[in-house]
Nanobody
Framework: VQLQASGGGLVQAGGSLRLSCAAS????????MGWFRQAPGKEREFIAA????????YYTDFVEGRFAISRDNAKNTVYLQMNSLKPDDTAVYYC?????????????????WGRGTLVTVSS
């Protein structure tokens, strides 16, 4: 499975961005999908995940209420809507796919990774 994240850019604090992750998979519903990010000098961290059919979503505490993950399996695309952005949200954002029906926020449990997209939030 090849994943391609897009939609990053420069935004002012308080602004919004929507990231997209296009997958080459013939059946995206086979994959549990997640978003992670890595800020300069920091380890990669979990942001959000969504179950295979899109019924269940999961978020890390520091984005809950601001970010929303969704998916359109017919379009083989996963989205991350980011609102009320803060300078601390500056990072490279990655989408990842897991061959499983089970939730995980551990990046080691994800099987496929796309190239990241840079999000920069200015103060």
């Amino acid at each position: 499975v090849q994943l391609q994240a897009s939609g990053g850019g420069l935004v002012q604090a308080g602004g919004s961005l929507r990231l997209s992750c296009a997958a080459s998979a013939r059946t995206l519903s086979h994959y549990f999908m997640g978003w992670f990010r890595q800020a300069p000098g920091k380890e990669r961290e979990f942001i959000a995940a969504i179950s295979n059919a899109g019924v269940n979503t999961y978020y890390t505490d520091f984005v809950e209420g601001r970010f929303a993950i969704s998916r359109d399996n017919a379009k083989n695309t996963v989205y991350l809507q980011m609102n009320s952005l803060k300078p601390d949200d500056t990072a490279v954002y990655y989408c990842a796919a897991r061959i499983s029906l089970r939730y995980s926020n551990n990046d080691e449990d994800y099987d496929y990774w796309g190239r990241g997209t840079l999000v920069t939030v200015s103060s």
